[in-house]
């Protein structure tokens, strides 16, 4: 059933080869749910103020929205898309936002 749905077979792979690179997947962007709070966080904007309101930073929402939106989109992806790619934040952009945009804004 999974081989019909995702075309696996037509793509020259198994379904055991992609549950495998599933897991490697999984635990090489589960970084992100750690440090996208520390990077978004801890930086306030021009008035001192964290992501979420208030002098002090709300790391837990982070960290839940980061990983809410990283599994939505990537279930979508594979459901709607049929095709096998992990999407989440970038880390680069991330650090871009917090230390050059989120300093001027309010």
Known sequence: MLDSYFKI???????????RGGLVT?????????????????????YGNFIGGGKTPHI???????????????????VVGRYPLALATGLGLNTFVAVVIAKQMS
Not at 10 to 19: A, I, L, Y
Not at 28 to 45: Q, R
């Open 9 to 19: 077979s037509e793509r020259g792979s198994t379904v055991g080869r992609e549950v």
């Open 26 to 46: 999984f635990f090489t962007m589960a970084y992100i749910v750690v440090l996208n709070p520390l990077i978004i966080g801890y930086t306030p904007d021009k």
């Open 60 to 78: 837990a929402l982070i960290a839940a929205a980061t990983a809410l939106v990283a599994g939505v989109l990537t279930i979508l992806m594979g």
